[in-house]
Every structure is written in C-alpha cells, then in structure tokens.
C-alpha cells in the first residue's frame, strides 16, 4: 500500500480507522461477557477493564476521562451489573491515570504494569464492594485467582493491544 | 519515554477550558453514576426494561455458542476419564452398592408415604413449571453468580421464579428480556434458600459463598447436625421455592461450618425448568372477606 493516500477515500478510511479501533476494540472485549460459558468460580479476568486501561497508559492523549462514561454503561448492559458500576468505576480509574500522568514524568513498561495492577485491584474491590452493598454476602478471598490472572493476563492484552495500535496508525 | 505533556494544551485560552470542561464532565458523570448505582441497589428491577433488552441484544451469541462450548468441555472430561478409569471404576462399584441399599431404604418409605397420605387425602401439586430452557452462558468475570437462560417474558417467565433442573435447584429468575433472562445462582452471595436435612429434617438456611459453593446454616445453636454426603432438599418455608427439590450435598463439615456443593452444576446441566412461585398469594393483598372478617375481630 502507497504511503501517500490515492483518494480521498483512503483519507476517510484511515482516519475512521484511526478513530474507531480504540472504542470497538473495548466494545468488543465487553461482549466477550456474552460468551457461552457458565462457571461457578470467578476465574477469567474482565477483559473490557483490560483493553480500555491497555488504550489509556498507551495513549494518553487518546480519551479524557469522560470518555469511560458511555463505555462503562455498555459494558453495565452487556455484563448485568448494577447499571452504573462500570461507569463509576472506569471514569474513577480515568481521572486517578490522569493525576498520575501529572505526577509521574517518566513511564516505562514496568510502571506502566503497576499503575494497571493498581486499576485492577482497585477495580476488582470496588466491584466486590458493591456487590457486598446489593446483598452479596461473599469473602474477598474468592477473587483473588482472578485477581492474580487479571495482572498476568495485563501484559498479554497490552502487547495485543500495541499491535492494533500500530496497526491502526499504519499507512 | 517521556509522555508528551496532553494536559498543558499550551497558551490557547479555548484548549484550556475545553479540557477544564472535559474534567467537569467527567466529574458530574461519575456523580450520575453513582446515583444510577444507588438506585440499582435500592432497586434492582428498577431498569429491567433497559436491562432486558441488552440481554436480548447478546442473546444469540450465547445461544448459538453452547453446543460448541459443550462439545470442547465434553472432549476434556472425555479425556479426563480415560485416564481416571481405574479410580472411577472402584469408587462407582461403592456408590453402586451403596445406592441399592437406599433403593431399599426409599421403597419402604415410598410406601410408608403412600399409606399416610392416603391418611391424610394429601394431594401434591406438581408439574407446576411455566417452560424448559437451556442454560447458555453466566457472568465469568464478577464475584455475582448469574447465569442466563434462553429464554424470556415471550415464554411467560417472570422476575422471582424457581429455577431448577432434574438434578436441583439452580436458582431464581431475577431479569427478564423478551426471549433471554438472567438467573440468581444458589452459589450467589445473595441467595439464600430455606431447605432441610433429608436424613432427619433439620431446617436450615442455604447460603451462597460466590465461589461456587454454599454455607449451610442451621436455625438453632448447639451440635452440628451435618455429616458429610447429607443430602438437603427445599422446604418451601418463605413461599418462593416448592418443597422437596435437592439443593445441595455437604462435602465439607468443620466445627461451625459446614460447605456444600450444589447438585445441579450449570455447567453441565442440559435443561433447565422454571417453575412458577411456590404460593404467590401470600404476597398478594387480602381478600375482601378475610379483612372484613379481621376488621370484626378487631371491634
């Protein structure tokens, strides 16, 4: 493909590309919650949460924190949470990524993965949390196998999510 | 690397208030949702319509994958018998005898049955059930433990029905789209369901632990009644769940607390029947003449 766009739409198509992957990706992820699997332990991470904190350290000039709004809604839906945990959640974790950026002048891999532990962590109590609020009486201690797959399954989805990154800027 | 510096958008007066605005937004929004969220609390049916439709909208993926999912999972628990032949084999021969002396056992009390209904001109109601579905898919990723059938309010099923399969109970209807809802688990924390010991009668509560099983908690203090391998049914006690439906089996008894694991695996469970509620008039208003009748005892 010529690195010079022939038409305009070439144009078009790149930058709706340029512009959508981001946001379908995490939507797709979401859905990902409607697969056929039934467990009755909670073992597989949330992968929305993942994808959507792997697109914000990457890029942090790509959303502002209100974009998590409408995608936590989505992810309410599609998931059957309380409406509104995702949201709260997802936008919390925006604004404190955003302090950090003004904090933290200096980011590599390493700290990009404790600030993702951080999220996850955070998200995975806070869910518990309302949870335990909405009548759900159960020990912390039964998510902690998904709570530790969640922050080993981060670098997998970030490395997944870079090469749609790269994917997505290429002419 | 150094990120590029997004929130000084430099000197432009119009760049710093839309950012500054942006943060306003994002603020406000998680107010708003966190006030969606009392809400949900207060009021989990509260957006039902709103929730029914997205659980109709991802209905046909989960519909359409399960026969896959099912044919994966069978293959692993093929393989896993194969090479657990000898140990299945032994431990089968045991539940084998075991069960023919109970065969006995159930006879004699059948009969027992019979004869004191006949007594008492008993008549049971069964084969109360609204439809049969399929479990097809759960939420994996949350400490809740909610499954979703295939189908839906189109069929007649309501917020608040028994759900059960030929093994036990799987819980309750707590959602419904047109042709999808979504179901309480007994292994969820917030189920709780009234059963008794088969062996004795003992009642006690079924509680939801969220990782798959369930803490039994007997209604009086003293000796533990549990023994490993007892079998708890529904009592029916509260109205919502019919009597005599398996529950759960105890694995795991310690000094206060004792573990059990429900019978009918969603997992692996092929139908699943909702019922109707056990006795929805007791939720129901009183009648005309039973509230006269009371007004007059009152005078």
């Known amino acids: 493909m010529s690195r010079i766009a022939g038409s305009e739409r070439d144009v078009a198509w790149w930058s709706a590309r340029r512009q959508l992957v981001p946001v379908l990706t995490t939507l797709a992820a979401a859905l990902l919650d409607s697969l056929p699997i039934v467990t009755q332990t909670p073992l597989v991470p949330d992968f929305a949460f993942l994808v959507l904190i792997a697109w914000r350290l990457l890029r942090p000039e790509l959303w502002q924190a209100y974009a998590a709004l409408p995608l936590g809604f989505f992810a309410d839906l599609v998931a059957g949470h309380p409406l509104g945990q995702s949201m709260a959640i997802w936008t919390i974790t925006f604004l404190a990524f955003d302090l950090i950026d003004l904090r933290v002048g200096w980011r590599d891999y390493w700290t990009d993965w404790l600030f993702a532990s951080l999220a996850i962590a955070f998200h995975s109590a806070a869910a518990w949390y309302i949870g335990w609020i909405g009548g759900s009486r159960t020990d912390f201690m039964i998510l902690m196998p998904q709570l530790v797959l969640s922050l080993f399954s981060f670098p997998l989805v970030a490395r997944i999510v870079l090469g749609l990154d790269r994917w997505r800027l290429a002419r | 690397m150094a990120p590029p510096s997004t929130r000084r958008p430099g000197f432009s007066r119009r760049a ?197 099983s369930i803490d039994l908690k007997t209604l009086e203090v003293g000796k533990n009644p549990f023994r490993r391998g007892d079998i708890l049914v529904t009592s029916g006690v509260g109205g919502v769940y019919p009597p005599n439906v398996p529950v759960a089996v105890v694995v795991r008894v310690e000094r206060e607390r004792t573990t059990a694991r429900p019978l009918a695996d969603p997992a692996t469970v092929d139908f699943a029947m909702v019922l109707r509620p056990f006795q929805p008039v007791a939720d129901q208003p009183l009648s005309q003449a039973t509230s006269e009748a009371l007004q007059g005892a009152a005078q």
Do not use: C, H
């Open chain 2, 16 to 212: 710093q208030y839309g950012l500054f605005l942006g943060y306003v937004v994002a603020v406000a929004g998680v107010l708003f949702a966190l006030m969606l969220l009392t809400l949900s609390v207060i009021d989990p049916r509260g957006f039902g319509a709103l929730k029914g439709a997205a659980l109709d909208a991802t209905s046909p993926v989960s519909s359409a994958g399960r026969g896959i999912v099912n044919f994966f999972g069978g293959i692993g628990s093929t393989v896993g018998n194969y090479f657990n032949a000898g140990a299945q084999n032994d431990d089968l021969k045991r539940q084998l005898a075991a069960t023919r002396r109970k065969i006995v056992e159930a006879r004699a009390t059948e009969l027992e049955n019979q004869r004191l209904k006949a007594m008492l001109k008993l008549s049971e109601t069964v084969g109360d059930e609204v439809t049969v579905t399929r479990v097809v898919g759960s939420s994996f990723d949350s400490s809740r433990r909610l499954a979703t059938l295939s189908v839906g309010s189109g069929a007649g099923v309501a917020p608040g029905q028994p759900v059960r399969s030929p093994e036990g109970l799987i819980g309750r209807v707590i959602e419904t789209g047109r042709w999808a809802s979504r179901v309480l688990l007994v292994s969820d924390g917030a189920s709780s369901v009234p059963v008794r010991l088969v062996r004795d009668g003992t009642p006690a509560i079924a509680q939801g632990l969220g990782d798959g």
